[in-house]
């Protein structure tokens, strides 16, 4: 089954303490993204990924980092996380068509 | 400022009939709308899309139209089915350069009555 999977999809977690939200899909995409969803704001792309080794900033990349070393894997990686970073966040990837989106990762920094 | 907006935060429509869902953007470069489907605890669902060189798409019980000049675009679901009720998203697509980005609407909350 064509899938995007997301790991953790709950997260509690305190401030400062870096952590790493795991993104894979099975398509063979070459794009992949991250988006964060609040309320009011709707989703806002934090980082993507063109192909392997090609990563670039997107609308809000302040306090993330996205490392893209294998076509299937796109890791989120919050080295402070801070309490503004609480969110809902999802992993996409597409080929030339329609994103595919993970289920969701729900993150609170207290 | 939101380039892509759903002015309807909610929308309530009994079995049967027909569900419109409206969208409006004010950026010209768009080139590609979408529409995703979305029900609580998971991820946003593709369900149609539309060319900006169309005016139309349809797929089964899902219509898009697209008004280039109105700089509007609407989802019409016909007939309307309680599975139906979710979050539909409106997305536009910005090919600037290598980032196939997605602008997203707040959402249109679609409860369908039996």
């Known amino acids: 089954e064509a899938q995007v999977t997301q790991n953790p999809r709950y997260l509690i977690t305190v401030t400062g303490k870096k952590l790493t939200v795991t993104c894979s899909q099975n398509m063979n995409h070459e794009y992949m993204s991250w988006y964060r969803q609040d309320p009011g704001l709707g989703l806002r792309q934090i980082y993507y990924?063109?192909?392997?080794?090609?990563?670039d900033k997107g609308d809000v990349p302040e306090g993330y980092k996205v490392s893209r070393k294998e076509k299937r894997n796109f890791p989120l990686i919050l080295e402070s996380p801070s309490p503004n970073q609480t969110s809902l966040y999802f992993c996409?990837?597409?080929?030339?068509?329609?994103?595919?989106f993970g289920p969701g990762t729900r993150l609170t920094v207290l | 400022d939101q380039q892509v907006k759903q002015n309807s935060p909610s929308l309530s429509v009994q079995e049967g009939r027909i569900s419109i869902l409206n969208c409006d953007y004010t950026n010209s470069m768009f080139d590609y709308f979408l529409w995703y489907k979305k029900y609580p605890a998971e991820g946003p669902t593709f369900l149609i899309s539309i060319s900006s060189i169309k005016d139309k798409n349809e797929d089964g019980r899902f219509t898009v139209f697209l008004n280039k000049s109105a700089k509007h675009l609407s989802l019409h679901i016909v007939p309307s089915q309680p599975g139906d009720s979710a979050v539909y998203f409106c997305a536009a697509r910005v090919n600037a350069g290598n980032n196939r980005k997605l602008i997203w609407g707040l959402g249109t909350s679609l409860a369908v009555n039996p």
């Open positions: 996409a990837s597409s080929g030339w068509g329609e994103q595919f």
């Open positions: 990924s063109m192909n392997v080794e090609v990563t």
